[in-house]
């Protein structure tokens, strides 16, 4: 069961809007719908922050939106602010019953 | 509202049993699926498996045949316990309770975490 791949860091300025993506196989985010995607800040517990595929819990800001084509889903977060600046996880469900994580992204607010 | 607390030992011997509880507070610990996860500087965030209050579990294939969960409701506690420890198995330890009640939901609770050591 290998990680679900995203890219290392991802940049952006105030106000400007960033895009996060993550790519599974057949096996995970191109068979399931279940994908979430997890906030977490240093020394934090993680957040989640969107749940199957384009829902927002509770509470959880509108900048922040998912979506899923195929093997591939994405986190945009629009008119970026400083409190953003954080790693961000996402996760599906997977063949094996187990949810798999991604290798997860830095975004850093610039 | 329903919040969890993960306890136990910080620092485990190599070759040992790793045991943590999670109580949950604010609410029943019933009818909820719940996961462990952890979270290490090399492996990133890995789900060790599930466990549903009615006592079924699921282990990530990894890990099975080292890893077992169980439920206690009358202590609203979940543990963990993971056996024959190496350095790889050092990590941030989290319990965090499912989106509603199946196996599909994503982790909407989590603990706060509890740092677990493998050393001599």
Redesign the interface.
């Known amino acids: 069961q290998s990680a679900l791949t995203q890219p290392a860091s991802v940049s952006g300025s105030p106000g400007q809007s960033i895009t996060i993506s993550c790519t599974g196989t057949s096996s995970d985010i191109g068979t399931y719908n279940y994908v979430s995607w997890y906030q977490q800040h240093p020394g934090k517990a993680p957040k989640l922050i969107i749940y199957v595929v384009n829902n927002r819990p509770s509470g959880v800001s509108d900048r922040f939106s998912g979506s899923k084509s195929g093997n591939t889903a994405s986190l945009t977060i629009s008119g970026l602010q400083a409190e953003d600046e954080a790693d961000y996880y996402c996760n599906s469900y997977a063949s094996t019953n187990i949810r798999v994580f991604g290798t997860g992204t830095k975004v850093t607010v610039l | 509202q329903v919040q969890l607390q993960e306890s136990g030992p910080r620092l485990v011997k190599p070759s040992e049993t790793l045991s943590l509880s999670c109580t949950v507070s604010g609410g029943s610990i019933n009818s909820y699926y719940y996961?462990w996860i952890r979270q290490s500087a090399g492996?990133?965030?890995?789900?060790i498996?599930?466990i549903h209050t009615s006592g079924s579990t699921?282990?990530?294939?990894?890990l099975t045949g080292r890893v077992t969960m169980s439920v206690d409701s009358s202590k609203n506690q979940l543990s963990l316990k993971l056996t024959s420890v190496t350095a790889a198995d050092t990590a941030v330890y989290?319990c965090a309770r499912l989106?509603g009640d199946t196996?599909?939901?994503?982790?909407?609770i989590?603990?706060?975490?509890t740092m677990v050591t493998v050393s001599s």
């Open positions: 996961s492996k990133g965030l890995e789900c498996g599930r699921i282990y990530n294939p990894s989290y989106v196996k599909f939901g994503a982790f909407g989590w603990g706060q975490g």
